[in-house]
């Protein structure tokens, strides 16, 4: 394999290639040089390159600092998929060796593929030198020398041997002697750790080793490998949780307390460690520096959960220690304390005693109480209707001072979730109050609408001209009026009496209801809908409604629609014969960029803007035009099961299409291409899910050559550009 230097520069080679990778490695021999060690290796899979991380210690945990590539590949059909190091220290490289890599469909290679071995030059001396000795017919001797070598592989397989040893009866008594004794007195940390993960492999660990590796002089690895043993009951039996408080009270680095949340929920729990794992845990959460880390709120929060099911988390007593960055009674970990309520929250019908208790609680705490509110509000997310909790009226009451304006728009939503909330007059006057804020508008319009409340109908056709509450309106209308009242509406469309935001509502909305699919087509057949303002998902949804007479009016419409088999590949090398070339030259790629942001960045991030729905696509294969091609025209030809269009028909004739991001035993959580939807389970009258792909066929219909040339030279440049 030859190494060059690497491409131009350009935003995706200054990425390292890609955001695709394959395989990874942290490099732990020594025929490289040494500023390789302990460096991070994975492949790129489209960059065709060896990627390199410098891991960096941060918080209480590490970081990835990318640095400069190794190695780049220049055969283009270079398809790295694993790396693993040698037994002599080089690195082994598989290479599927194929053109293709998403959407492969033609069988190309498929029978071979290339192994790279990857050596540094000036080192061929090491590899000559490579102990050559079956470590199998080794003394115990020659294993405890391999087992500290600095090449990991001999190490590794010097210890599986040694294991396997002890646990057959043949290892000398003299050899467990010497590894024990380099746990107890051994003045190297890298050979002590090695011997500790030894007799852990050995099951000859005992307490006394344990706890002597949990002592403030030990090294931080020898810790953590200490806590890891120490809760494994295939090698230890016992009860751990003294053990580690003890550890937490000689305030070990914060890598280490990483370590110990994360173990806690592998020791049972036991009514006689409860005051051991309270006391735990708030050990844990004293480390008030890591509330805004990226790993420990979540260890911890997995450290506290089962507590939160015994009932024995103290909730609100963690409010009344101040946080130490703001002079709020705040608790540090505010994602631990709103995962806590929301569990607490969502088991409100099968024990309502621990919500109760916190309603109660909270009633003297602001702070608490708008958290309770956050965490009701996404516990209760798509639910109609609940009995609402005894406590229920007596917080209304209080939270009902809270000042902020989320506060009480979530309040107006679960009052309406527990049947008990504000009287549809006074919603009617919340709705239509233009000094009400948006959110609490909003609320009262869903509410309303839910309610199936007539009166909704008028007020929100006054909202129609706001830019802001326009949408909200609109779909108020479709879900709660009668046809007059819809074809109203799209009168009002065609005239241009709504604000554009409700525009690019309305037709979503028609398609969102049963019983407006035909109106919409008719509408559009009537040129009161242009029908290049129905999108590609729209057309879709339609037609997995599964009706002949719809499918043929949809194909009529749009015959586009219709292409399937050889006739999307005709499409696909039409489109790369349009754009061939030098014809992306002249594209302006402001105006793609515009093309953009209104069909793919709803769903894509690139040149870190856009959704996170789909993958990113700075660091795809963007300089392939059939790349490019073949994913936008024929996106379904390879969809991943969790990628699959479900049409969902509800029991009020809405209809949801999207892909299923989780469900539970009341509600769906449903991604389609505008929103995250969450219904009931018991709305639900049918239900099926596609071989389709979220993201629809015919984004490409709306625009024409010169805007498809826009869009695809966007899609290939270097560097991000103003929008018009």
Not at 514 to 540: C, F, M, P, T
Request: charged share 25%; glycine share 6%; net charge negative.
């Amino acid at each position: 394999m030859a190494t060059r230097k690497g491409p131009a520069s350009s935003t995706t080679d200054a990425m390292g290639g890609g955001h695709a990778h394959s395989g990874m490695m942290i490099y732990q021999g020594n025929q490289w040089p040494a500023q390789y060690r302990d460096k991070l290796f994975t492949l790129n899979f489209h960059g065709r390159r060896l990627n390199i991380e410098r891991l960096d210690r941060q918080g209480a945990g590490f970081v990835g600092k990318h640095q400069p590539d190794m190695a780049y590949f220049q055969d283009p059909w270079f398809r790295g998929i694993e790396l693993s190091q040698a037994p002599d220290g080089s690195v082994y490289i598989l290479d599927w060796s194929d053109t293709g890599e998403c959407h492969e469909s033609d069988g190309v290679h498929r029978q071979s593929g290339t192994i790279y071995r990857v050596a540094y030059q000036s080192n061929t001396d090491l590899i000559d030198r490579a102990p050559e000795i079956d470590l199998r017919d080794a003394s115990d001797g020659q294993l405890l020398d391999h087992l500290f070598s600095e090449n990991s592989w001999y190490s590794r397989q010097s210890r599986l041997i040694l294991s396997e040893r002890s646990y057959s009866g043949k290892l000398e008594p003299q050899t467990l002697e010497k590894i024990v004794k380099t746990v107890r007195k051994g003045t190297d940390s890298s050979e002590r750790l090695k011997a500790f993960h030894c007799l852990a492999c050995m099951g000859k660990l005992n307490s006394e080793l344990i706890d002597q590796a949990f002592t403030n002089n030990a090294e931080i690895h020898l810790q953590i490998a200490a806590v890891q043993a120490a809760v494994d009951p295939t090698r230890l039996a016992g009860e751990p949780t003294m053990e580690l408080l003890k550890l937490m009270k000689l305030n070990p680095d914060d890598l280490v307390a990483l370590y110990v949340a994360g173990a806690l929920p592998s020791v049972p729990n036991k009514p006689q460690t409860y005051p051991a794992r309270k006391e735990l845990v708030s050990e844990l959460s004293k480390r008030t520096h890591l509330a805004d880390d990226r790993d420990y709120p979540l260890m911890l929060w997995y450290a506290v959960k089962d507590q939160v099911d015994l009932g024995i988390y103290d909730i609100a007593g963690s409010y009344q220690v101040p946080n130490s960055s703001s002079n709020e009674s705040r608790p540090a970990f505010d994602k631990v304390n709103l995962f806590a309520m929301r569990l607490i929250a969502s088991q409100l019908e099968r024990n309502p005693d621990p919500l109760n208790r916190l309603l109660k609680e909270s009633l003297s705490d602001q702070s608490m109480q708008q958290d309770l509110l956050v965490s009701m509000q996404q516990a209760f997310q798509g639910r109609r209707r609940l009995d609402p909790p005894s406590n229920w009226e007596v917080f209304t009451k209080q939270a009902s001072t809270l000042s902020d304006s989320k506060s009480l728009e979530i309040l107006l939503r679960l009052q309406s979730i527990f049947g008990n909330g504000i009287p549809m007059e006074e919603l009617a006057s919340i709705a239509s109050d233009a000094k009400a804020t948006f959110e609490a508008r909003c609320a009262a319009l869903q509410s309303m609408a839910g309610s199936n409340y007539k009166p909704s109908v008028s007020i929100a056709v006054g909202m129609l001209g706001d830019r802001m509450i326009a949408p909200e309106a609109v779909k108020t209308i479709v879900r709660v009026g009668d046809r007059s009242e819809v074809e109203q509406l799209i009168a009002m469309y065609q005239k241009n009496a709504i604000h554009s935001t409700g525009k690019e509502v309305l037709i979503y909305s028609l398609c969102g209801k049963r019983e407006w699919v035909e109106l919409l087509l008719s509408s559009v057949e009537s040129g009161a809908i242009n029908k290049v303002s129905v999108g590609a998902d729209v057309r879709r949804q339609m037609q997995m409604l599964d009706q002949p007479a719809i499918t043929n009016r949809i194909f009529i419409l749009w015959p586009e629609s219709g292409l399937l088999g050889k006739d999307k590949l005709k499409q696909i090398v039409a489109l790369e014969n349009q754009l061939g070339g030098d014809v992306l030259q002249s594209a302006n790629l402001e105006q793609g960029r515009a093309h953009w942001n209104r069909l793919c960045a709803s769903c894509h991030k690139f040149f870190g803007e856009g959704g996170l729905i789909g993958p990113e696509l700075t660091g795809a294969q963007r300089s392939n035009l059939r790349y490019l091609s073949e994913n936008i025209l024929d996106p379904s030809a390879s969809v991943a099961a969790n990628y699959r269009v479900s049409l969902i028909m509800l029991d009020d004739d809405q209809i949801v299409s999207g892909v299923v991001l989780s469900e539970d035993d009341s509600t769906v959580a449903v991604q389609t291409t505008k929103e995250r939807i969450v219904v009931e389970k018991n709305q639900i009258v049918d239900r099926k899910q596609s071989e389709q792909s979220l993201m629809p066929e015919g984004l490409l219909d709306s625009l024409d050559a010169d805007a498809r040339r826009d869009l695809f030279g966007y899609l290939q440049s270097t560097r991000q550009v103003e929008s018009p």
